[in-house]
């Protein structure tokens, strides 16, 4: 078993920035791909970036890309998404996410193991 939580959520002016953490225990992890995931009240789950296990290569969905960057610490079980210039409309509930098979994936159905996520709030 793999179990992650999500730290680094709150209230944040529009333009500002956070920085979300992910901290993974249980099983060792430093093979899998891992991602990010978000929830607006009343909407479905959306793909927000994902990371594979090396670190060399990422995925970003078209909506952040350039504003937002995902990283992992294998030696800390940690990995990280930074938000710059968020918007309103990115209020959401931020989960991470990883999926024992290698790959990139946008696909929430391909992750297995899930935080219990983390409130971001972009005021305007």
């Known amino acids: 078993q793999v179990q992650l939580v999500e730290s680094g959520g709150g209230l944040v002016q529009a333009g500002g920035s956070l920085t979300l953490s992910c901290v993974a225990s249980g099983r060792t992890f430093s093979s899998y791909t891992m991602g990010w995931f978000r929830q607006a009240p009343g909407k479905e789950q959306d793909f927000v970036a994902t990371?594979?296990?090396?670190?060399?290569?990422?995925y970003y969905a078209d909506s952040v890309k350039g504003r937002f960057t995902i990283s992992r610490d294998n030696a800390k079980n940690t990995w990280y998404l930074q938000m710059n210039s968020l918007k309103p409309e990115e209020t959401a509930v931020y989960y991470c996410a990883t999926k024992l098979r290698p790959g990139i994936s946008a696909r929430k159905g391909d992750y297995d193991y899930w935080g219990q996520g983390t409130q971001v709030t972009v005021s305007s």
């Open positions: 990371i594979t296990w090396s670190g060399r290569s990422t």
